[in-house]
């Protein structure tokens, strides 16, 4: 059985660097185009100073997450308008396997 894969990547920047991000940018790059993605979500620990911004995409599989980096799937993706101001970001994606579990209530 093959996994869904999600791709970690963090930043850390001013609370201004995220809330813009998050208000104006919108960016998820190459992500149509590699196909397989089953979306993104964007936690954000605020209040810190700085704050934490994690991006976490979900893919259907290994397969697609190459399309996306190429050859370095552990290569994050992010384009310098995202990265610039916030300095002090992840350059590697952390891969996870997204493990179902059934809901025993």
């Known amino acids: 059985m093959t996994l869904p894969i999600v791709r970690r990547w963090g930043a850390r920047a001013t609370t201004a660097a995220v809330e813009h991000w998050l208000r104006h940018e919108r960016v998820t790059p190459g ?5 397989r993605s089953r979306g ?4 954000v620990s ?3 100073s700085p704050d934490d911004a994690v991006a976490g995409t979900e893919w259907t599989d290994t397969q697609a997450v190459e399309r996306l980096s190429g050859p370095t799937p552990e290569r994050a ?7 610039e101001p916030m300095p002090d ?10 493990v179902p579990m059934e809901d025993n209530r």
């Open 40 to 43: 993104v979500r964007i936690p």
């Open 31 to 35: 992500y149509r185009e590699a196909g």
């Open 77 to 83: 993706v992010m384009p310098d308008r995202v990265t």
């Open 46 to 48: 605020r209040g810190l």
């Open 89 to 98: 970001h992840e350059t590697q994606a952390t891969h996870y396997e997204a």
